[in-house]
């Protein structure tokens, strides 16, 4: 019987370790099967490039601060003038106008809490009346304080005081692409705010040069180097502001292409970088101090280059005026000027806009390319005189109230004069309310003969004051017509 017991149990004994070592062999295999898996199963991997895209992640950024801070900075700016008009042949021969109302409207910007405004001299030119009306309704008298038709730009100055403004941003660190908004008066729409992006920089159109041929009028120096912008612009827009999404005055509006009037796409604007200093010298003197370089360019391109065997790059010195800033620094016929003040140009408008920043008599640094070699020169930047003096507004801008404009050769042939300026455009002052119109040649001043507007200036500061000017002249249908007014 103990026999029995014995080899039950163990029998038992023999059982319960063949199941432990069964049940132990099978946990370690699991384990290291499961370890193996882990080790050399391969993980998900996700590029960068090709991660999910959901449609509706995309986000654009918020404007509402900008456009609230801009529009309160934005004004109406609405003109009256008296124009010309012939309601007959005979009334044109024989010098019989009939003066008829002229309106018109723009937009402007202000620039300071004291209530100077920048706009369009487009805008505000020929106008005997400017009224401004700010965004809450609040209505002004303007007056000009002077205007600059190479950029097209004015100052205006209303009486107030603690005037909401726009702060001039750095409009050269303006990308393409970038979202900005035009905020301004379109089609006397008042506060209209439209969004788009940057397009192009530096762009060049010779809008001035176009119109100057148009009128037939001598060349004068045009300042082109807009900001290309796809915003909706439109008639009215004009001396509104372009601003970034920091609500920071980057561009005045100026213009847009289009066939139809309207906007089509590309609109305008005169760059902060230009725009600033205009003011600044139109606050100060009346009149924009205009430094010059004093050489003509010519673009390079690819043809170009290959032509001349030199870089695809910069700006090229087709000639170099006698007396300039340029001639006096040793700059030469054949150069190409790759940078001002170590910033790129690449475009005849790009070298402008970095001229156009400095006054006469300031220094810039400018590298050219000789002979495949960069040479630096310091150039003392002149004036349109050739000198480094201030130079101060012309008769356009004091009690005589008009632009002048030389006469051709011909046209004193065709007259039999021998001197001569002609009244460009009469605005409001002497020469208005002495009954001169426009296109009338000046050929003396006191019975001394003319042929610029510095000897009509000269002539009349030499006259005292309350003194008896008188004018001689003749029309372009030869009507002889004498005038005389009080200094």
Known sequence: MKIKNLVAMLLVAVCGGIIA????????????????????SPKPLHLASFAPFNINDVSYPDLTLAAEKAVNCVVHVRVKSMEESYNSIFDFLYGRPQQVPREGAGSGVIVSADGYIVTNNHVINRSDEIEVILNDKRSFTAQIIGADPSTDLALLKIDEANLPFLTFGDSEATRVGEWVLAVGNPFNLTSTVTAGIVSAKGRHLNIGGQQRRSQQ??????????????AAVNQGNSGGALVNIRGELIGINTLIFSRSGD???????????????????????????????????????????????????????????????????????GDVI???????VNSMAELQEQVSKFRPNDQVIVNVTRDKK?????????????N?????????????????????????????????VRVKEVGKGKLRDAGIRNGFIITAVNDKPVNSTKEIQTIINAVESKGRILINGIYPNGQVMYYVFAK
């Open 263 to 333: 906007f089509s796409g590309n609109a305008f604007a005169v760059p902060a970088s230009i725009a600033q200093k205009v003011v600044a010298d139109l606050k100060e003197f009346g009149h924009v101090q205009r430094a010059l370089l004093g050489v003509g360019m010519l673009p390079v391109d690819a043809k170009f280059a290959k032509e001349k065997d030199i870089k695809l790059e910069g700006v090229y010195v087709a000639s170099v005026n006698d007396n300039s800033a340029a001639a006096a620094a040793g700059i030469k016929v």
């Open 338 to 344: 790759t940078a001002i003040n170590n910033v790129s």
């Open 21 to 40: 070592v069964f049940a132990y062999t099978r946990i370690v295999e699991k384990k290291e099967k499961a370890h193996f898996e882990a080790e050399t």
């Open 374 to 386: 960069m040479q630096q020169f310091t150039v003392t930047l002149r004036n349109e005189e050739g």
């Open 217 to 230: 009028s001598p060349p004068q120096i045009s300042i082109e180097s807009f900001i290309q912008t796809d």
């Open 388 to 420: 480094t003096q201030i130079v101060r507004g012309e008769p356009s801008s004091d009690t005589l109230g008009a632009s002048f404009e030389e006469v051709s050769q011909k046209d004193k042939q065709n007259l039999g004069i021998k001197s001569g």
